[in-house]
């Protein structure tokens, strides 16, 4: 079992910057791949970004790549999402997930999200 408890999130002006982050505890915490996942209001919830157990190969759904960077560190058990430029449409509830790849239905644990707000 692995608990993850995401914060950092809040309010930032277009083209302002957010760095959230999740913790994660469980005997097997610093061995799962892990990512990052939005839904806003109304929407369904989408991928943003995902890296392997050992930091290596991030990955980016089209829309942040350029502007977010994910990074893992297994020492702290955390894995960070670094968010520049955002944008309005980055308004969302993000959530960090482990233990999948890339598609929200492989991942097996799930935070409880934090908000982020963008105003234009």
């Known amino acids: 079992q692995v608990k993850l408890t995401e914060s950092g999130g809040g309010s930032v002006q277009d083209g302002g910057s957010l760095n959230i982050s999740c913790v994660a505890s469980?005997?097997?915490?610093?061995?799962?791949?892990m990512g990052w996942f939005r839904q806003a209001t109304g929407k369904d919830r989408e991928f943003v970004a995902a890296?392997?157990?050992?930091?290596?190969?991030?990955y980016y759904t089209d829309s942040v790549k350029g502007r977010f960077t994910i990074s893992k560190d297994n020492a702290k058990s955390t894995v960070y999402l670094q968010m520049n430029s955002l944008k309005p449409e980055d308004t969302a509830v993000y959530y960090c997930a482990a233990g999948g790849w890339i598609t929200a239905r492989s991942y097996l644990y799930w935070g409880q999200g934090t908000q982020v707000t963008v105003s234009s």
């Open positions: 469980g005997r097997t915490a610093s061995r799962e791949n």
């Open positions: 890296i392997q157990f050992n930091g290596a190969r991030p």
